[in-house]
């Protein structure tokens, strides 16, 4: 993973320097109006009460049930993956 994220860590500094473009700052708030500034908010705000509420439940589940939890999302996506190729 760490040879993936240099190849594509050199790739976007390359590309960046032949085709002269400046690096936009990641956490840029440019808005188009003021009804576009309220959504992105409002959608921020959203996502980090779930993350909040997500972690509260998550913490009081036991180690155990955490683990079967995360198998069969995993279980589901590896039945699904595999029909399609089919």
Request: glycine share 6%.
């Given at each position: ?45 959203i996502f980090i ?7 509260i439940v998550n ?5 155990l049930e955490k ?20």
């Open positions: 993973m760490a040879t993936l994220g240099l190849l594509l860590f050199l790739f976007n500094t390359v590309m960046r320097k032949l085709l002269k473009v400046e690096r936009k700052n990641i956490f840029s708030s440019t808005y188009i109006n003021d009804k576009h500034k309220w959504i992105d908010r409002t959608i921020r705000i009460i779930v993350l909040l509420i997500g972690f913490s009081g589940r036991e180690p683990n079967l939890v995360f198998g069969i999302i995993l279980y589901s996506l590896s039945i699904s993956l595999s029909n399609g190729n089919s």
